[in-house]
């Protein structure tokens, strides 16, 4: 099959997974094509089936947004008839499904039909897209798309409430490379960032108001009073700054490492021994689901679809949103022997498998073979 996939190409979660997905299919022998405005942070490599297009947007002075929208649309519309796409997958409702739809129209006035296949994965759902100023055009993307799914089963009953759609909604969990983390890597340097007798603590995210960075900072301060511990945060976004003056204030600096977007999150897992993810609400919580692959337990608020990957006392604990003392206890109860600590990191690792992309991925397949079958025709 010919797949076109449009995502965000950032850092962010779904980005991730978009990517991650496109080299499956690659390597499952479909032909891929990434059509986004920059090359995704995780596609390292081309190839003879997996190929980027750059959606261009002409800065134009007059306008004060430039129109990405139209810019994604004409170049879908272009993608599909040269490289003769079969179908096309969008992360995100909007502004993505929202442009597919666009290029839907204009292709089907040429004769062209090309089913969509839209992939929520919350902040287009729950954060930006049911804001009242674009709820209108979600709930339209939504509709009209050929298919839809979700990250989380949690997801689909929130868009379900949000949302007026007559869409059915298929839950198709985020995946990982289970065998991608289950490497010990040589290079794997936690002698520069920590002592043998410290635990290493990691976050990892985008660093906006919804991952509760103080909290994060909090739940650390704690837990390194009771025992010697490191704690390593991975990411960039608006919060960090407050972060690093949080540290000040509670004199911790020494004890934390901002070490910035990185594309190496594997190799950061391997040296850590738990993971703190205190979000306000997660759709998902891939980067959760990152740490449990590589061993490591999750202490995190039991919002939103996390609860669907953490499992309570088996890959870590999950406390409600802003429980700082009960996650920082939790975080010692785990960390505070080996025994545990290592019974724990089985536990997340076990759990992990479900998630495995060799049984994720056929799902998407199968949504594909259906909407190709199925395309509607408008
Ligand atoms: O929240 C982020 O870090 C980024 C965001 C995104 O849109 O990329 O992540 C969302 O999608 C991820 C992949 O499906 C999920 O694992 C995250 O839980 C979800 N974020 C939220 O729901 C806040």
Redesign the pocket.
Known sequence: MKIGIVC?P?F??????ATELGLELSRKGHEVHFITYSQPVRLELLSSNVHFHEVNVPEYPLFHYQPYELALSSKLVDMVKVHKIDVLHVH?AIPHAYAAYMAKKMLHEEGIDVPIVT?L????I??VGSHPFYKTAVTFSINKSDAVTS?SQN?KEVTQRLFDTKKEIKVVP?FIDIDKYNVTYKDCDRDLLALPTERVITHV??F?P??RIADVIEIFYKIQKELPAKLMMVGEGPERKEAEQLCETYKIEDKVVFLGNSSEVDKILCFSDLFLLP?Q???????A?EAMASGVPVISSNS???PEVNIEGVSGFLSPVGAIDEMAQNAIKILKDDTTLNTFKKGAQATSTKFDIHKIVPFYEAIYEEALQNCISI
Not at 12 to 17: F, M, N, Q, R
């Open positions: 965000y950032t962010g979660g779904s980005g991730v997974l995100y992939t994965h919350g902040t287009d729950t954060l990250v997801l985020n995210s985008n906006r919804v991952k979000s609400t997660e759709s998902f919580g891939l980067a689901l939103g679809g996390i």
